[in-house]
């Protein structure tokens, strides 16, 4: 084989692995962009490595997942609570999310405290706190 094909598919190769590499290194992943059916499946897989043994804050969940899909906020007695929905299963083609199309993420303060089905049900339980 003659050696200038090797060496030109060796620099090939070599120009790959160099773009691959900085494409990794510095693409920052936007589930906004993404399909609605890929950005249900990585909000599913980011919201099962939760774990309350390593509290997460609102903001590096905003940070990751991106912009909530739905979300409520309010004063309590406990200090100021908000729910955000990340949409993880589909439902119904109308071009609009629901809540049950939603997985709620709780938040007293800035820390995550509860998600799943009963996250919005503590939410709504939270008595409000009315400041002049």
């Known amino acids: 084989m003659n050696p200038k094909i090797i060496i030109n598919i060796l620099l090939g190769i070599g120009a790959y692995a160099i773009f691959v590499t900085v494409v990794l290194m510095y693409y920052k992943?936007?589930?906004?962009?993404?399909p609605w059916d890929d950005r249900e499946v990585f909000n599913r897989k980011f919201i099962a490595g939760l774990s309350l043994d390593n509290p997460v804050n609102?903001?590096?969940v905003i940070e990751k997942l991106g912009s909530p899909d739905i979300s409520e906020a309010k004063k309590s007695?406990?200090?100021n609570v908000y729910v955000l929905f990340y949409r993880t299963q589909h439902?119904?083609?109308?071009?609009?999310?629901?809540?049950?199309?939603c997985t709620a993420m709780l938040f007293k303060g800035n820390q995550l405290v509860a998600w799943g089905e009963n996250a919005y049900q503590q939410y709504k339980e939270q008595q409000i706190t009315i400041s002049n």
């Open 77 to 79: 007695t406990s200090g």
């Open 58 to 60: 609102k903001n590096s």
């Open 91 to 101: 439902v119904t083609s109308d071009g609009n999310t629901t809540e049950d199309e």
């Open 29 to 34: 992943h936007n589930p906004e962009a993404m």
